[in-house]
C-alpha cells in the first residue's frame, strides 16, 4: 500500500484549456474526496464519493468542474476552459467508513499543483 | 468559505521552545482533527478528537477538544527544527460524513 496516489504532480496549462487529474485512493477504502487549497488557505471542500457514488458537491464546484469514480477506485477531476482563478493545488484523499462509525480523519495524497497562465 | 479562525496566523519561535495554537468556531463540531502539511506535500493527520474535554497526546503534541466543542488547541513541546511546517485544525460533524472545514493554518518557524 503506497497511499494516496496524485497524478500528475504539476500542471501547467494555458487559460482555456482543459485539464484532467487522477487520483489514486488506498485499496480498501470506500470513500473519496477532493479538495481544492489556495495560497494561505486551508483546504476547501469539493466533492465525494462512497465507491462510485457521488455524494455531495461544493458550491465551489462550478459547472466547468467534473468528478467521476468509475468502478469505485479511481477518481478523476477534468476543469473545462481553466480560468486564472483555478490555480490551486487540488488534493485528493482517502477513508473507510462503515454505516455511522466513528470518522478517523482522511489520507491525502501529495495534490496535483495547477497553473493557469 | 471556512468558518474556522485559527491563531496564531504564524509563530517564529527557537529551538526547546513550547508552541500553542488554537482553533475556533461559530457552530458545533463532534471532532476535531490537527494536521500537519510540508511544502509539496498533502496534510498528514497528527491528532484526531472525538469527545469534548478529551486531551490526546502523540509524542510531543498535545491537543484538547473544547467543552464547548467550538474550539480545540494543539500544543508542541520543545520544539525542534522538524517541526516545521503548516498546522491546521479541522471540524467535522456525524451529519456531514466526509466533508471537513480547516482553518487557514498556522505556520511554525523554528529557528536553532
Known amino acids: 500500500d503506497t497511499g494516496v496516489s496524485q497524478d500528475p504532480r504539476h500542471k501547467i496549462t494555458k487559460r482555456g484549456q482543459n485539464v484532467t487529474f487522477r487520483c489514486d485512493p488506498i485499496s480498501e477504502h470506500n470513500r473519496l474526496y477532493w479538495y481544492r487549497q489556495t495560497l494561505g488557505q486551508g483546504p476547501e471542500f469539493l466533492t465525494y464519493f462512497q465507491n462510485e457514488a457521488q455524494l455531495e458537491k461544493s458550491r465551489l464546484l462550478s459547472d466547468r468542474f467534473s468528478a467521476e469514480r468509475p468502478k469505485g477506485s479511481f477518481s478523476t477531476l477534468e476543469i473545462q476552459r481553466t480560468e486564472q482563478g483555478d490555480s490551486a493545488m487540488y488534493l485528493c484523499?482517502?477513508?473507510?467508513?462503515?454505516?455511522?462509525?466513528?470518522?478517523?480523519?482522511?489520507?491525502f495524497g501529495s495534490g496535483t499543483r495547477l497553473t493557469v497562465v | 468559505g471556512q468558518q474556522l479562525n485559527q491563531s496564531p496566523q504564524s509563530m517564529f519561535i527557537q529551538e526547546g521552545e513550547d508552541v500553542s495554537m488554537n482553533c475556533t468556531s461559530s457552530s458545533i463540531f463532534n471532532t476535531w482533527l490537527w494536521y500537519k502539511q510540508e511544502p509539496g506535500e498533502g496534510p498528514v493527520l497528527l491528532i484526531a478528537?472525538?469527545?469534548?474535554?478529551e486531551l490526546t497526546s502523540n509524542g510531543r503534541l498535545t491537543a484538547q477538544f473544547g467543552i464547548t466543542r467550538k474550539d480545540s488547541f494543539l500544543n508542541i513541546s520543545a520544539s525542534i527544527p522538524s517541526d516545521v511546517g503548516i498546522y491546521f485544525c479541522?471540524?467535522?460533524?456525524?451529519?456531514?460524513?466526509?466533508?471537513?472545514?480547516f482553518g487557514a493554518g498556522t505556520q511554525v518557524v523554528v529557528t536553532p
Open positions: 484523499a482517502s477513508s473507510h467508513v462503515l454505516g455511522q462509525g466513528v470518522f478517523y480523519g482522511y489520507t
Open positions: 478528537l472525538y469527545k469534548a474535554g
Open positions: 479541522a471540524g467535522h460533524n456525524t451529519d456531514s460524513w466526509g466533508k471537513l472545514q
